[in-house]
T-cell receptor, first 112, second 111 residues
Framework: QKEVEQNSGPLSVPEGAIASLNCTYS??????FFWYRQYSGKSPELIMF????GDKEDGRFTAQLNKASQYVSLLIRDSQPSDSATYLC????????????FGRGTSLIVHP | DAGVIQSPRHEVTEMGQEVTLRCKLI?????LFWYRQTMMRGLELLIY????????DSGMPEDRFSAKMPNASFSTLKIQPSEPRDSAVYFC?????????FGQGTRLTVV
């Protein structure tokens, strides 16, 4: 059973702070890792993907991957109230199917 | 690029009725997923198509659920007969190695 675990939150941070969202996965064969943002009542929106160990930065977002620890995280710098949403971690495994397995998501609240 | 388009956006139906959800895909994306999202269970994969062929339907809850993909740009998910526990948001998504792209979803309420 492939599992992706996230703390449901809510994670509350003040505006301007760094928000740190974490995700662990069970399948060591996992190869691709994704972060999605979902606003209330909307569909998930892809914001980051990472394949290799280390950090990947895109604007205010940094994804971090540690395959040895089976751990992936998302850092949001200079958090804004508009970042308030649920963040879903997703993992795909090898084999060419690219079927994402999703975590339950972490609710982030950025308060002014 | 019109994205992934689902219809209807909202559906309210009575228990026992047939429900058909529709999805139109981005041209050139070969993979399609149907997901169901509830507060209790999060996003659950129902079925996965690749090149119009169902590859993995192990997530389809029971025989009341069926899905088809008659061509590369269109898919349907049918529930017959519907039950109140089927109430959820149903998402269709197309996928590339760089990630999945979701439609707006269909919010289904079975009363």
């Amino acid at each position: 059973q492939k599992e992706v675990e996230q703390n449901s939150g809510p994670l509350s941070v003040p505006e301007g702070a760094i928000a740190s969202l974490n995700c662990t996965y069970s399948d060591r064969g996992s190869q691709s890792f994704f972060w999605y943002r979902q606003y209330s009542g909307k569909s998930p929106e892809l914001i980051m993907f990472i394949y290799s160990n280390g950090d990947k930065e895109d604007g205010r977002f940094t994804a971090q991957l540690n395959k040895a620890s089976q751990y992936v995280s998302l850092l949001i710098r200079d958090s804004q109230p508009s970042d308030s949403a649920t963040y879903l971690c997703a993992v795909t495994t090898s084999g060419g199917s690219y079927i994402p397995t999703f975590g339950r998501g972490t609710s982030l609240i950025v308060h002014p | 690029d019109a994205g992934v388009i689902q219809s209807p956006r909202h559906e309210v139906t009575e228990m026992g009725q047939e429900v058909t959800l529709r999805c139109k895909l981005i041209s050139g994306h070969n993979s399609l997923f149907w997901y169901r999202q509830t507060m209790m269970r999060g996003l659950e994969l129902l079925i996965y198509f690749n090149n119009n062929v169902p590859i993995d339907d192990s997530g389809m809850p029971e025989d009341r659920f069926s899905a088809k993909m008659p061509n590369a740009s269109f898919s349907t998910l049918k529930i017959q007969p519907s039950e109140p526990r089927d109430s959820a948001v149903y998402f269709c998504a197309s996928s590339l190695p760089a990630g999945a792209f979701f439609g707006q979803g269909t919010r289904l309420t079975v009363v």
